[in-house]
């Protein structure tokens, strides 16, 4: 009998919690994002072109060359922090901007995110693009992230950078990324991709999330960069960027 009372109580508690989860879960999905985020931004933004202080040793270039990501760690405090990663691919740019480029394709190919979507595209009067996108990431169960990003394709510097679009609420206290891509200093046909993320962190968060935001996910992001555009090594016509579309370069 004292083993049947803990095993009911055991089994209450849990159910509570389950509750407890679920409805957490659902206030969090009520959530209004259309006010605007508590800041304009706290990062400092990422200039398109290359990065001037990036420099890669003969152990970096070997590591490349055998297909692995190659990380330069960005130290931060526990709530913000980055790293750039380099990545090389076996396709030519012009395939590599149209797997990065096609944000609305990212569900199903870039792993953790569960929503990815333009909300707003406008082609600018210096050549620019710029892309609004909604994005939910999910990291570790119970952590799921949705934040807006206001992403400019700069394709004269062959660099898409981006922060958060400040006038909508993300979960993200703030973030600041840069994608660059150059040809291949060895290989014709290939490309030398470079991707980096600083992302902020709104209070307590557990180390495993702070781990894969601030390290396992940029080499996740070379990763399917990498795959995607080996796979398809033709890039592919993204309509919505006109004369900026990539494969016309």
Request: glycine letters at 6%; charged letters at 25%.
């Amino acid at each position: 009998m004292k083993n049947s009372r803990f095993s009911t109580r055991f089994v209450t508690v849990a159910t509570v919690l389950v509750a407890l989860l679920l409805s957490c879960q659902s206030c969090q999905g009520r959530k209004n994002y259309d006010v605007p985020h508590a800041h304009q931004g706290v990062l400092s933004p990422y200039e398109p072109g290359p990065f001037q202080s990036l420099e890669l040793n003969k152990s970096d270039e070997k590591e490349l060359e055998a297909g692995k990501p190659v990380m330069k760690q960005q130290q931060g405090s526990d709530l913000a922090g980055g790293a750039i990663c380099v990545q090389d691919v076996d396709a030519p740019k012009a395939a590599v901007w149209s797997q990065i480029l096609d944000l609305d394709s990212y569900k199903g190919k870039v792993p953790k995110v569960n929503e990815c979507k333009n909300y707003a595209v406008q082609q600018n009067a210096d050549g620019t693009t710029t892309m609004k996108t909604k994005m939910v990431v999910g990291v570790i169960p119970g952590y799921a992230y949705t934040s807006f990003y206001d992403h400019t394709y700069h394709p004269e510097k062959d660099s898409l950078t981006w922060r958060l679009d400040y006038d909508k609420s993300s979960d993200f206290d703030d973030v600041a990324g840069h994608w660059h891509l150059e040809d291949h200093p060895n290989k014709p046909d290939c490309t030398r991709v470079f991707y980096a993320c600083d992302i902020k962190l709104k209070g307590k968060v557990p180390g495993p999330v702070v781990n894969f935001l601030s390290k396992t996910a940029l080499k996740t992001a070379t990763s399917w960069v990498k795959k995607e555009s080996e796979s398809n090594p033709t890039p592919k016509r993204l309509a919505f960027l006109g004369e900026a579309s990539p494969a016309k370069q």
